[in-house]
Antibody
Framework: QEQLVESGGGVVQPGRSLRLSCAAS????????MHWVRHLPGKGLEWVAA????????YYGDSVEGRITVSRDNSKNTLYLQMNSLRPEDTAVFYC????????????????WGKGTTVTVSS | QMTQSPSSLSASVGDSVTITCRAS??????LAWYQQRPGIAPKLLIF???SLQSGVPSRFTGSASGTDFTLTISSLQPEDSATYFC?????????FGQGTRLEIE
């Protein structure tokens, strides 16, 4: 079945960097746009980034733009999130999610989610 | 921006509840609802305002009136205890409502 598995989370000091990965299986990864969404502790969901099926179009949330880069390797069925200059307020559970749109540079809904990876930014 | 209400509510098994999201601008029908149980990834319930995701019980229904969007859960079951989020995908940045925590008594 369709599955996403995140990895790469951990405890990191403020100002440092971290790269998250999301391994996809059970569907044609190269045909679908992908998202990163985070769940901030005690708060709600925040959309972080999206990347088109071919990697040519990328979009970022206001709170992370300039510090985060989303990328993908379709040959490895893997999505990435490079996070730099991390701040304590970036502490969250990060989810990757599959978009429902196939082969399009448009994004709609997220129908498959991973179980998440926890990022804690603390000195 | 999506303004969701109420932030929490409590109901009994068999009851019906309604959760509302108000968009700060027109988003046509680019509106979805998600359910998130503690420690578990969000689950897509409804997309395009009122379309039921495959496998989701028909107890979940969505509707809209202008920029007000509603999720109704009827015949509440114990497993409906969760937090519910609306989401707009009309434009970037994609935004979620603040969430509604539903407790089943």
């Amino acid at each position: 079945q369709e599955q996403l598995v995140e990895s790469g989370g951990g405890v990191v000091q403020p100002g440092r960097s971290l790269r998250l990965s999301c391994a996809a299986s059970g569907f044609t990864f190269s045909s679908f746009g992908m998202h990163w969404v985070r769940h901030l502790p005690g708060k709600g969901l925040e959309w972080v980034a999206a990347i088109s099926y071919d990697g040519n179009h990328k979009y970022y949330g206001d709170s992370v733009e300039g510090r985060i880069t989303v990328s993908r390797d379709n040959s490895k069925n893997t999505l990435y999130l490079q996070m730099n200059s991390l701040r304590p307020e970036d502490t969250a559970v990060f989810y990757c999610a599959k978009d429902t749109q196939r082969n399009a540079n448009s994004f709609h809904y997220m129908d498959v989610w991973g179980k998440g990876t926890t990022v804690t930014v603390s000195s | 921006q999506m303004t969701q209400s109420p932030s929490s509510l409590s109901a009994s098994v068999g009851d019906s509840v309604t959760i509302t999201c108000r968009a700060s601008q027109g988003i046509t029908n680019w509106l979805a609802w998600y359910q998130q149980r503690p420690g578990i990834a969000p689950k897509l319930l409804i997309f395009a305002v009122s379309s039921l995701q495959s496998g989701v019980p028909s107890r979940f229904t969505g509707s809209a009136s202008g920029t007000d969007f509603t999720l109704t859960i009827s015949s509440l079951q114990p497993e409906d205890s969760a937090t519910y989020f609306c989401q707009q995908t009309h434009n970037f940045p994609i935004t979620f409502g603040q969430g509604t925590r539903l407790e089943i008594e």
